[in-house]
Structure formats: structure tokens, C-alpha cells
């Protein structure tokens, strides 16, 4: 992260304890190597496998990052306050997720005061996506919201109330795209999430939706020549955050943590904001302890995601960040099986995850048409 990062203590409690389990998942992994390696196909070792070690220089280095010039700091704060604020009734939503025995009920008796929320939430529910053949359709808020299931309905909540950024005629199919890829790796790391303990679901769910914010304040406030500049760097092979840097003067992990506190997130989620490339660049015992387990688990739902849409992607609608495929700066396996509790050898769970990605292509006809029937 930036500057912004300075306004925040990172947690080392703990540090200690994490490296021991690394250390201790190093060996196992060294012991376990050969089995590993003869991972069957379609599974998460045979994924990891595909995807070689890192040892390229990066000219951006996470870990100290460049400044940014006063006069373009300037722009952004100024660009940034005049986006809306987030509605007061997304934070109340938000409260009544944070219970523990927050319920579909509850839920529902928040959303049913917004007409607009309620349209979107049945609609939702009641779309191919979710709803299955001869189903009857469902009008009542919390059997919506316990068909969709409350992270689901959060994220929907937050596409339907956050202010609108980048979505003029010319920039929507851009901002459909980066809500198409949070949805995705939100929707990932929440299975993901179910065999980690460190991670709860609903923390899984909202980061995964929100780490990319600061991609759509870009779309916001730049014009098309720097967004086409930005895009034919990102597409000859410069990282993301090098080729914004070098044509923006800041990166999305800037304006990111600009808008979130603007919008006044919680803070883990402006801490996740702040480090969520830290996984492709830095070892896992370099992340802050505090972020460890997402961070990796937010980096291999992005190589689930671009195996999973590799074709779409090939073929290409314009996407300003499509082409760049993240990476792991070490090899993964042991913390996936060691921390994460992530079976390397189980198809069932790689299938479970590739469905989840074919659900979400219908609620996005504009990308995925033909995936719509």
C-alpha cells in the first residue's frame, strides 16, 4: 500500500506462532513433494502446477511502494469527495450482518424498507442463477434472502446502494467487467473460506466484493485516452500496479483505500484494501499476520478465476485489466494445505468451485451472453 498504509498499525502478535507453522509446513511439503506433484488433473494441486514460480524483477515493490506527487494526490482526494457517501441503510445492514445470529429475517427487515433493494433482491432469487427448474417463485424478503443466503445478499445490497462510478456509456462495460470478477472472487473465497477457520465467511465474502473498488474510482475520474494508455501497458506485461502507476501516478490500491475511507468500510476491509496484492509479490511470512490466510486465499481464487474464464478471456471484450494473470511469489501448496485446510488432491472440491463461477455468468448476459439460455 501507499501512504494511507502509515494510518494504520499492522498487528505482529502472532507473527511468531505463523512463521513456526510456515517452517513446519516447508518441511512437510519437502517430504511430500512426490505426492503433490502426481496431484490428478482438475484439482488445486494440478491448478497450482500450471502456474510457474515468480522470478522476475518488479519494478513496484508492495512493500515500498512510490509516492505519489502532490499535485496528483490533490486530484484524487478532490475526485474522491465528490463521490457520494454510502447510504446510512447499508450500514445498518451491515451492523445486522456483523450479529452472530444475524438471520434471513433480520435481514429482510432492513431490506424491506428500500423498494429498490427488495426489486433487486427477488429478482435475483428468482433468476436462472439460483432458481431451479419448475421452482415456484419466491415474493417474500426472507425466503429470497435464505435462497440467496446472507453473504450473497450482501453483496448484492452493496452493488444495488454504492454511487455509481465509472458507468457512463462509454466506460459501463468496463465496470461491468470489475463487478464481474469481485462477484466471482467473492462467491470463491467464501467456499474457500469454509475449510479455514481463520477466515469467516462473511469477511471472506464483503473483501473478496471489495478489493478492487479502487478500479472503478479509476473508470470515475480518468478519461480514455489514459484508460486505452493503461490497457495496451497492462497488455504488453506490465503488472497492474506498475502500469497505473506509470500512467496514472497513483494505483487502484490508492484510490481504493481513498474511497473506503471515504465511505467509511470497516477497517479490516481497508486493511485487505491496502495488502491485497501482497500475496503475488511477497512471500507468505511477509505478509502481515493478521492478513496471512486471506491474502493467500484471495490470490488463489484469482488463479481459480483465470483458469475458470481462461476462454473468455482469451477471446477478450476490452477489459482494461483482463490480460494480467497474478501469481504467487512462492510456491503456495503448503500453506493451502497446511493453513488453509484446502485439499490439493480433491476433485470434488475443484468442481464445486468451477460451478460456482458458471452461476455467476448469468447474471452477467452482457458479458457472457451465450452462457444465458
Known sequence: MSWLSKLFSIFTGGQAKVNKRLNRASKTAAHDSQALSSC??????????????????????????????????????????????????????????????????????VVANDPVLTARILTTCNSSAYATAGSSEINNIPLAIARLGLDETSNIIFQTLAPKLGESPEKRLQARHIWMHSQTISTLMRLLSESCTQVSRNDASLTGMLHDIGKLVILHIEDQQKLADLKASIDGGLSTLEAEYHHLGYTHIDSGMMLALHWQLPKYVQHFISFHHHAAHLPAKQIPSHLQHAMMMLNLAHIIARHSLSIDVENGNGAIWQSYQRQFAERPEPFVKLELSLPLDSQTLYQQLQLQVERIKPQFPDLYPTTNE
Open 40 to 109: 490428478p488433473e482438475n484439482t488445486l494441486g494440478w491448478l497450482l502446477k500450471q502456474n510457474p514460480d515468480i522470478t522476475s524483477y518488479m519494478a513496484y515493490d508492495v512493500s515500498k511502494p512510490h509516492s505519489i506527487h502532490p499535485g496528483v494526490l490533490g486530484r484524487l482526494r478532490t475526485s474522491i469527495h465528490e463521490i457520494p457517501p454510502m447510504p446510512e441503510s447499508w450500514r445498518q445492514i451491515q451492523r445486522a450482518l456483523q450479529q452472530p445470529d444475524a438471520s434471513a429475517s433480520d435481514l429482510g427487515a
